[in-house]
C-alpha cells in the first residue's frame, strides 16, 4: 500500500519496516541492514504472537 501511495518510490518518512527492508535490500543493495531488519520484524512479530496466543488462551475447567 504504501509503495501505491508514494508513486513506487517512499521517501524516509513514509517507510515501515517491510519498505525499509525491500529498499534496503534490492535499491541500496546494503544486505546486512536489510537482514537486521528483517531480524527485528521477526522478533516483533513472534512477541506479538505469543502475547496474543496468550491472553486468547482458554482457562481448563477443572474436574
Same mark, same amino acid.
Given at each position: +500500500?504504501?509503495?501505491?501511495?508514494?508513486?513506487?518510490?517512499?521517501?524516509?518518512?513514509?517507510?515501515? &519496516?517491510?519498505? !525499509?527492508?525491500? /529498499?534496503? +535490500?534490492?535499491?541500496?543493495?546494503?544486505?546486512?541492514?536489510?537482514?537486521?531488519?528483517?531480524?527485528? &520484524?521477526?522478533? !516483533?512479530?513472534? /512477541?506479538?504472537?505469543?502475547?496474543?496466543?496468550?491472553?486468547?488462551?482458554?482457562?481448563?475447567?477443572?474436574?
Amino acid at each position: +500500500m504504501v509503495w501505491l501511495l508514494t508513486s513506487q518510490d517512499p521517501d524516509s518518512n513514509t517507510h515501515t &519496516l517491510g519498505t !525499509l527492508m525491500v /529498499s534496503s +535490500m534490492f535499491k541500496e543493495f546494503q544486505m546486512g541492514r536489510a537482514t537486521a531488519i528483517a531480524v527485528v &520484524l521477526f522478533v !516483533l512479530v513472534l /512477541s506479538g504472537s505469543a502475547l496474543l496466543m496468550r491472553s486468547l488462551r482458554r482457562e481448563t475447567p477443572e474436574s
